[in-house]
T-cell receptor
């Protein structure tokens, strides 16, 4: 069964550094998403992406964050000037054509640890 | 009032029991309702997806949506130790372009 893959599984970074989290969505999916889950808290929406542009973003997704689809298969989340509170699991998800009526499928996440 | 409320448990049941998990919500615009299963250090795995009200059955799993009460349920029949995981409800309105709102998750343990 096709799946969303994310790399790396665990990223350890010094505070203030930049990190790039990578995702390969399911091949025929057109809508891409990033979510995060701080330890012990809910999964929270960050951003959705379609047709090479951001469709929607949450209050969390400020100027520190950016997303990109650099080629036909990868979808990345860049976090600049990382802070301690950025430590969390980051999940990529994708869905098929109609984002409202098709469920999102999630990857296994990248655990980001900021030291 | 929080948008999606879910009892975090933990919930412990013997193997073979029927498990009932539920969520309540406040936003009447929600139209799409999902249940995800999350094992430790893994991503949410889609279990059930329902549009609007009604029931949906898939094997041992049944999802119910009652939009009039703003209440959704997941039933697991003949529960197995492999069902031990955290179960997340999630909802979307479609018009919000796919922004899912999650419950906090219920941790389930099925004892052999």
């Amino acid at each position: 069964e096709p799946e969303v893959t994310q790399t790396p599984s665990h990223q350890v970074t010094q505070m203030g550094q930049e990190v790039i989290l990578r995702c390969v969505p399911i091949s025929n999916h057109l809508y891409f998403y990033w979510y995060r889950q701080i330890l012990g808290q809910k999964v929270e929406f960050l951003v959705s992406f379609y047709n090479n542009e951001i469709s929607e973003k949450s209050e969390i997704f400020d100027d520190q964050f950016s997303v990109e689809r650099p080629d036909g298969s990868n979808f990345t989340l860049k976090i600049r000037s990382t802070k301690l509170e950025d430590s969390a699991m980051y999940f990529c998800a994708s869905s098929e054509i109609d984002r409202g009526s098709q469920p999102q499928h999630f990857g296994d996440g990248t655990r980001l640890s900021i030291l | 009032q929080k948008e999606v409320e879910q009892d975090p448990g933990p919930l412990s049941v013997p193997e073979g029991a029927i498990v009932s998990l539920n969520c309540t919500y406040s936003n009447s615009a929600f139209q799409y309702f999902m249940w995800y299963r999350q094992y430790s250090r893994k991503g949410p795995e889609l279990l059930m997806y329902t549009y609007s009200s009604g029931n949906k059955e898939d094997g041992r799993f049944t999802a119910q949506v009652d939009k009039s009460s703003k209440y959704i349920s997941l039933f697991i029949r003949d529960s197995q130790p492999s069902d031990s995981a955290t179960y997340l409800c999630a909802m979307g309105s479609g018009g919000s372009q796919g922004n899912l709102i999650f419950g906090k998750g219920t941790k389930l343990s099925v004892k052999p």
